[in-house]
């Protein structure tokens, strides 16, 4: 295929608001370093990361220019963001396989290894380096996954990034048959993958969402739904669940301790209703309790979830779609919170 030297998408020029985000159409396009190949991206998901990347609230300081990326490390401006990336090998680096141009792949998002180099510490995709918002991009070819299957490029898009953080925290947290799962936050991306694939697990999942959301919840394969205002002991008792997948902090976080088995086990990869709790140390320690916070995958979660994806285990939940150009409406309405699944740009 031929490579343009230059190509669209969409820059973040600083932190604030919508304005931030640029559509360019002489963007350098990428090109494939050792290990690396070079894929045209067909489909990118929208997600929370993008936005407090934007917004800088990941900062723990001062929110200036220079604000931290999700790791501490300032962000290098202008940025390709998108974590979220369904797209086709078109090139590849050397010591990589040619055979592999041509494949449909979706990118991990966590990435161990960048230029050519095994990281000390992993890299967010479209933080440390550019992501998906453009024609093509770049990266590790160990990142890139093959898979085979019937879906479309936005539902595939609709993957990576959701799926893979809620599957690392059932898999951190040891979600076995038997199980109960209390999921918050449940009707957004990562919260209505925890419930497939917990169920998928032989766990038994509670999750909590708005009612007008609730009928939906239940079809995907939670067992019972409370609304975000109820009292979570009261309604399912003390000591009552085994693990807890949060990813809402905020104000009724102490409850979630109060609701969780002596020995249960609470991850936590999103803060949406407010980053500082309080807790009650004597909670934790009588209860023996275990904390997983959750950002960088095990090694084996990827394949893992490619393989539910292509046997069919777990379906994608694409709630709207809009082309890349319209990148600020997109993110308005995940801002909105109306919507259950995911919002992908299309980037073809």
Excluded at 142 to 159: G, P, V, Y
Excluded at 249 to 277: E, F, N, Q
Excluded at 279 to 291: A, E, G, I, M, P
Aim: aromatic content about 6%; glycine content about 12%.
């Amino acid at each position: 295929m031929f490579v343009p030297e230059k190509m669209h998408g969409v820059v973040l020029t600083g932190h604030g608001g919508p304005e931030m985000l640029q559509w360019r159409e002489n963007l350098d396009t990428p090109r494939p370093g050792p290990g690396d190949v070079l894929i045209r991206v067909l489909a990118a998901g929208v997600n929370n990361t993008d936005v407090n990347t934007r917004i800088g609230w990941y900062s723990k300081g001062d929110n200036d220019a220079e604000d931290a990326a999700w790791t501490g490390v300032a962000l290098k401006l202008p940025l390709v963001q998108g974590a979220d990336v369904c797209g086709t090998v078109i090139a590849v680096g050397a010591g990589v396989d040619p055979a592999r141009i041509g494949e449909r792949v979706i990118i991990e998002p966590c990435l161990r290894e960048a230029d050519g180099t095994d990281l000390v510490s992993p890299w967010y995709f479209g933080s440390e380096c550019n992501g998906g918002f453009a024609q093509f991009t770049k990266v590790a070819s160990r990142h890139a996954q093959a898979i085979s299957c019937d879906l479309t490029d936005a539902e595939l898009a609709s993957f990576p990034c959701s799926y893979s953080t809620a599957e690392n925290m059932l898999e951190r947290t040891g979600v076995k048959a038997g199980d109960t799962v209390f999921v918050t936050g449940a009707s957004g991306g990562v919260g209505s993958a925890a419930i497939q694939l917990a169920k998928a697990r032989g766990a038994t999942v509670i999750a909590v969402t708005s009612p007008s959301k609730s009928g939906a919840l239940l079809e995907l394969g939670a067992t019972r739904t409370l609304d975000r205002d109820a009292d979570y002991a009261g309604e399912l008792g003390m000591n009552s669940v085994d693990v807890v997948i949060d990813l809402v902090a905020g104000g009724k976080w102490p409850s979630l301790l109060d609701i969780l088995k002596p020995g249960g086990r609470y991850a936590v990869s999103g803060a949406i209703g407010g980053p500082m709790v309080e807790l009650d140390v004597r909670t934790l320690y009588l209860k023996d309790l275990s904390f997983f916070g959750c950002t960088v995958l095990e090694p084996q979660v990827f394949g893992n979830l490619v393989t539910r994806i292509e046997r069919g285990e777990i379906k994608p939940l694409v709630a709207e779609t809009y082309p890349l150009r319209e990148i600020a409406t997109a993110q308005d309405a995940f801002g909105k919170k109306g919507h259950i699944g995911k919002i992908v740009l299309t980037v073809s």
